[in-house]
């Protein structure tokens, strides 16, 4: 019984010293060795916590690349794309003077192709100009920045327009020479087509390399538009007219800008 109560009287003696070195320490604030420990322990708890610390900023880091990444690259695509308006200004600067010495007393409404049909049968392209635009809703000619014919309108929504290309086996157009020697074009393949209803004694006023336009005899098309050049002459004795071949100005297989041709 003596035994347990000195055992007792030993821990109760133990406790008293440790709460008494607590209070000491903690109140002990200059001591170097108490900092000394506070600094270690301080530093131990850091050296734990710094790897999640470290994967955070990580992270952080990967999510402000990836938005500078994008950041970069819209200003690149941006950038690009003012090159291109900017090229393209250059390159035609004067269109407007130019096209109006060839056709003159009309407007000319500039358009981006955005697309042009899957179907290599359907022969239509789409333009980002629509009746709110201004472009009219009937068939109104087409051309290119050479002013060449492209074709014509075909539907006009209002912000989009489709153009009936000249490389369609039903696009037909009246046509003729400087010298007045005319007929009608009407599509073949590829960019060839050729010039029906040419008679044969007008067959000395034509040369390879002449130019057929547009005549005034057309509520679509202005006069004196460029269409195609002659590359063949033929004059068949079975025949009892020329078979004039000729070749498409218009690259309708590279067009990126047109205009639509208005009053």
């Not at 472009?135 to 989009?160: C, F, H, M, P, Q």
Request: charged share 20%; proline share 2%.
């Amino acid at each position: 019984m003596v035994k347990k109560k000195n055992y007792i009287n030993k821990n109760i003696i133990v406790l008293i010293f440790c709460f008494f070195l607590i209070i000491v320490l903690s109140f002990s604030k200059n001591l170097s060795e108490v900092q000394y420990f506070k600094i270690h322990l301080s530093n131990f708890f850091s050296l734990i916590y710094s790897p999640k610390s470290l994967l955070n900023n990580l992270s952080y880091m990967e999510s402000k690349n990836d938005s500078l990444f994008a950041e970069i690259k819209k200003i690149s695509e941006e950038n690009l794309n003012l090159k291109q308006r900017i090229r393209t200004i250059n390159t035609h600067r004067d269109y407007d003077k130019k096209l109006n010495k060839l056709i003159p007393n009309y407007t000319f409404l500039p358009a981006k192709v955005t697309n042009h049909s899957l179907s290599k049968s359907t022969h239509i392209f789409n333009v980002n100009i629509g009746t709110y635009d201004g472009v009219i809703n009937k068939s109104r000619a087409v051309i290119d920045y050479d002013g060449n014919l492209v074709g014509k309108t075909w539907i006009a929504s209002n912000e989009s327009t489709q153009v009936h290309k000249i490389s369609d086996r039903n696009f037909h157009v009246y046509v003729k020479t400087k010298n007045n020697v005319f007929g009608q074009f009407s599509y073949k393949s590829g960019r060839l087509g050729i010039i029906e209803s040419v008679s044969k004694r007008n067959e000395s006023k034509l040369n390879i390399g002449d130019l057929f336009y547009t005549t005034q005899d057309s509520n679509i098309y202005p006069e004196n538009i460029p269409v195609a050049k002659i590359v063949d002459i033929k004059n068949r004795k079975n025949e009892h007219e020329l078979h004039v071949k000729v070749e498409i100005l218009a690259n309708l297989n590279s067009l990126s800008n047109v205009f639509i041709v208005q009053k």
